[in-house]
């Protein structure tokens, strides 16, 4: 297959006439690696022309939303777009809102730690203290605290993963994201989490919903995955866009069960179609 399907291409202008704000995964949307996808600058500014805006919203729980801030300075893109929805914020807002004045046990980098803390969530230092777990992209992952961390999921304390993801792609190859430690945990302890927070759950959903004061039907979740991105707008009453510019492909398309609403070959063909 070499073109994009007719029935994803119909009625491109009237499906994109509600859509105030876009939800745009980063990597292989936006950009690849340290690269901007050529027109990525140029489809903001036809937001912004058009009256409406954008999010970039990422399911990696291991770098504050500072690393990805500058990242974005650095490519160009303006300072109303730096504020990244990510999962681990979602997480705390899902936390504060479930279990108000309950400590956390996080697994979690240093940096998750002092940012989740500094949004007011309760840590607990040792499992013994804390009344539910955590699990968020721990890179510096300490053997002890995996112990415990178990040992908390084994005693029935609920349990909460940022996301699904089960690698994470790098410069050098995949290393093994939240959704292998889920795997391991469940493999030790019998429970998988009770709540996922990031695509395609909910929880990220919820916490875009509050960032934007949108309405699920005022925007579209866009992204180069249809099993995570695209199946966030499709299942969460939003619209589900996939650009070619990353992972998927014509083929994986035509494989898929998650339908998008329309496909691009990349963030800027959408251009024409927002006046
Ligand atoms: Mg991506």
């Known amino acids: 297959m070499t073109e994009i399907p007719a ?15 876009f939800l745009l995964d980063m990597d292989g949307t936006f950009y690849l690696g340290d690269n901007l996808i050529d027109g990525s600058l140029d489809f903001l500014e036809a937001l912004e022309r058009t009256g409406r805006t954008a999010r970039f919203l990422t399911n990696n729980s291991s770098k504050s939303a500072r690393v990805y801030a500058d990242k974005l300075q650095r490519m160009g893109v303006p300072e109303k777009y730096r504020d990244v929805i990510s999962s681990g914020h979602a997480a705390v807002h899902y936390c504060l809102k479930h279990y108000p004045d309950r400590k956390a046990f996080l697994l979690g980098t240093e940096a998750l730690r002092q940012e989740l803390s500094g949004m007011g969530l309760l840590l607990a230092e040792t499992a013994e203290e804390a009344d539910y777990a955590l699990l968020a992209f721990d890179t510096g992952l300490a053997y002890d605290r995996l112990c415990a961390f178990c040992d908390l999921v084994r005693a029935g304390a609920p349990y909460i993963a940022t996301h699904p993801d089960l690698n994470c792609p790098t410069e050098t190859g995949f290393i093994p994201d939240v959704g292998s430690f889920i795997a391991l945990i469940e493999a030790s302890t019998g429970r998988r989490p009770d709540t996922i927070i990031g695509k395609p759950y909910g929880g990220i959903v919820e916490e875009a919903l509050l960032r934007t004061g949108l309405r699920r039907e005022e ?8 099993y995570t991105d695209v199946a966030t707008g499709v299942r969460h009453g939003m619209k ?20 998008p609403d329309l496909v691009f070959t990349r963030l800027s063909e959408m251009i024409p179609y927002l006046s």
């Open 7 to 21: 029935e994803y291409r119909e009625n491109i202008r009237e499906k994109l006439a509600d859509v105030r704000c």
């Open 219 to 226: 925007m579209a979740m866009v992204g180069d995955r249809l």
């Open 240 to 259: 589900g866009i996939l650009v070619l510019s990353g992972e998927a492909t014509l083929a994986d398309l035509a494989a898929s069960d998650v339908k």
